[in-house]
């Protein structure tokens, strides 16, 4: 394991079609403007409704990342 130091942030992710895609978008998304991801923790899973039905799946998860060393 490498020796560093790491930062952990609280996202939430969405999606019309799943949990598993509604953290997928939340890390991919990331991903564009940090670097060195290191690990998602799912910390909730929520839903929204809509007239009695869901309309978007909701993910809230802690994302670490490796804070760069210069």
Same mark, same amino acid.
């Given at each position: 394991? $490498?020796? /560093?130091?790491? *930062?952990?942030?609280? #996202?939430?992710?969405? =999606?019309?079609? $799943? ?12 991903? *564009? $403007? &940090?670097?060195? &991801?290191?690990?998602?923790?799912? *910390?909730? &899973?929520?839903?929204?409704?809509? /007239? /009695? *039905? ?6 809230? #998860?802690? &994302? =670490? ?6």
């Amino acid at each position: 394991m $490498s020796v /560093g130091a790491y *930062k952990i942030i609280e #996202l939430v992710g969405t =999606s019309d079609v $799943s949990w598993e895609e509604a953290a997928k978008n939340a890390v991919e998304t990331a991903g *564009k $403007s &940090l670097r060195d &991801l290191r690990i998602a923790e799912v *910390k909730q &899973l929520d839903m929204k409704i809509e /007239g /009695g *039905k869901v309309a978007a799946y909701r993910v809230r #998860l802690n &994302l =670490s990342f490796k804070y760069e060393v210069k």
